[in-house]
């Protein structure tokens, strides 16, 4: 019991001593060491966990040293790169001084690749504006106010209680019904095709020359009752012409005995809303109805389809803004054409009489700048003003009708993109058909030119009872003229081509028959 005491004593002493803390525990450790070899025993063996709490200890004590020398050494890192940094930008702004050079274009040369020149085209609208505000005042001065209120009724009324024109337009609505009438025969089958094709084409071949005879023998209506009347049943005929059309299409479909109606041209087969409620998805032939008729006969579109898309709802502001826009752009053009125009014709009555070239040009391009400024607010009236109006006033979805036609680098691409209705009703009912027959592309697109210088013949001689087919030949002008400018110009050159054809090619020929109509009317008291 004594030698297990004794060795156990030690060993109590030896735990004691590894725990303790200080500086006296190592000379313990020492002393206790040396007992152990003294009495022949092995060293004494330390617990991994002695060893644990031992190693943190070491680490704390070395851990601030290293800290410091790491925020010293950062210190002296921070100021070499500020030092470095002071010595670049001197070092850079030495050589801004010594060198100011650099390779570039100038911003006007087509290499620099430079665009903006939105400074340049203000400049140029200041310079219109005052410009066009310096011939005002001097015609103010030379004229005095012309603007007369009462003589624009005159126009379009000679006698207050005789409304010819009007009672022309309302007599449309036969040819109308006619249309209407003949299809629903055609979808029961109580005529032949062959039946309705005639009918048809009598009743376009009627829209075309009862208002043409109408408006030459009856003497009370005016030229501009004339031409609104003239230009309604044109809008007309090419909405019946495209009505019959794309009903025959439907009716090709539904004896091929198809199980659903498919995107055909104008048979869609999707379904589209407007707002919460849903539109009913119509299909032949149950679009034959008095409403779908009167919708597409008022809508701004000359191509008819099943289902038109619709818009959600109707934008009160949108609408006030665009009817402010059509009362006040009405105004001006009339101010504009009483103040600047009229006058500037009878002017150039005497130099068209006595033929004097030189002053006939002149007068013309005198006359070419109002008339194009003329045209470009009708324009505005009309195709954007006019028809947005419309199509919010019945949701028409659809509102393209106009791309940028003023980017045209083509004589093509004006007339594709200035007039969309017009463009798309040619494109589906006229051009492609012909090519499907087999026509060659550059026969198809002069006879479309063909058709629409047509149209702007009628709509010109008729009204003015007279024929000089400065418009029909103009329109077909442009056909070598598209060519031309295809062939040989692009780019600017051919934006500046397009331009000048139009201000001083066609309106310089609607010119030359409002002077005609002048000079046959008024010459001879002038």
């Known amino acids: 019991m004594s030698d297990r005491a004794e060795m156990r004593g030690p060993v109590s002493r030896r735990r004691r001593t590894t725990i303790s803390d200080g500086g006296g525990s190592g000379a313990v450790k020492q002393a206790n060491g040396s007992k152990c070899h003294d009495a022949g025993e092995k060293p004494p063996q330390y617990s991994a966990k002695a060893k644990r709490d031992e190693v943190p200890r070491h680490v704390s004590?070395?851990?601030?040293?290293?800290?410091?020398?790491?925020?010293?050494?950062?210190?002296?890192?921070?100021?070499?790169?500020?030092?470095?940094?002071?010595?670049?930008?001197?070092?850079?702004?030495?050589?801004?001084?010594?060198s100011c050079h650099v390779l570039q274009e100038s911003l006007l040369s087509s290499a620099s690749g430079y665009s903006n020149y939105r400074g340049i085209l203000n400049w140029c609208v200041v310079m219109l504006v005052l410009s066009n505000a310096r011939l005002f005042l001097e015609n103010i001065i030379k004229y005095g106010i012309l603007v007369d209120p009462i003589q624009v009724v005159s126009l379009f009324l000679k006698d207050p209680y005789s409304w010819p024109a009007a009672c022309l337009i309302i007599v449309s609505n036969v040819f109308i019904l006619a249309a209407l009438y003949t299809e629903r025969r055609l979808a029961v089958g109580t005529i032949t095709q062959m039946t309705g094709l005639i009918i048809h084409i009598f009743n376009l071949t009627s829209m075309l020359i009862f208002p043409s005879a109408t408006v030459l023998i009856v003497t009370s209506i005016t030229p501009v009752g004339g031409v609104l009347s003239l230009g309604i049943y044109t809008v007309l005929f090419l909405k019946l012409y495209s009505y019959q059309d794309t009903n025959r299409w439907c009716r090709e479909l539904r004896q091929a005995k198809a199980k659903r109606l498919t995107r055909s041209y104008s048979c869609p087969s999707v379904a589209q809303s407007n707002g919460s409620a849903v539109h009913t998805h119509v299909f032949y032939p149950g679009n034959l109805t008095h409403r779908d008729m009167y919708y597409f006969v008022f809508a701004p579109t000359l191509c008819y389809q099943l289902n038109f898309p619709r818009s959600p709802r109707i934008r009160i502001r949108f609408l006030m803004r665009r009817l402010f826009e059509m009362l006040f752009f009405m105004q001006l053009l009339v101010g504009l054409i009483q103040q600047w125009m009229v006058p500037t014709i009878q002017n150039s009555m005497k130099p068209f009489q006595e033929m004097d070239f030189s002053r006939m040009v002149e007068r013309l391009l005198k006359l070419a700048v109002p008339n194009h400024l003329i045209w470009l607010i009708f324009f505005y009236w009309f195709f954007h003003s006019s028809m947005n109006f419309v199509a919010e006033l019945l949701q028409f979805g659809d509102r393209e009708f106009y791309k940028d036609w003023w980017n045209s680098e083509t004589v093509t691409y004006f007339w594709a993109n200035w007039n969309i209705p017009v463009h798309k009703w040619c494109l589906r009912h006229f051009y492609k058909p012909m090519l499907k027959k087999g026509v060659n592309k550059f026969l198809a697109q002069t006879a479309v030119f063909m058709m629409s210088a047509f149209f702007h013949e009628y709509l010109v001689s008729v009204p003015l009872k007279m024929f000089r087919l400065w418009a029909f030949m103009g329109m077909m002008a442009q056909v070598p003229l598209a060519w031309f400018v295809g062939r040989f110009l692009n780019g600017n050159y051919g934006n500046a081509a397009v331009w000048m054809s139009l201000i001083i090619g066609q309106p310089v020929a609607v010119l030359m028959y409002v002077h005609d109509y002048y000079v046959i009317h008024y010459g001879s008291t002038t």
């Open 61 to 98: 004590n070395n851990g601030n040293g290293k800290v410091d020398r790491e925020m010293g050494m950062s210190a002296q890192q921070q100021q070499l790169a500020n030092r470095t940094r002071k010595q670049r930008s001197l070092v850079e702004d030495i050589n801004e001084k010594l």
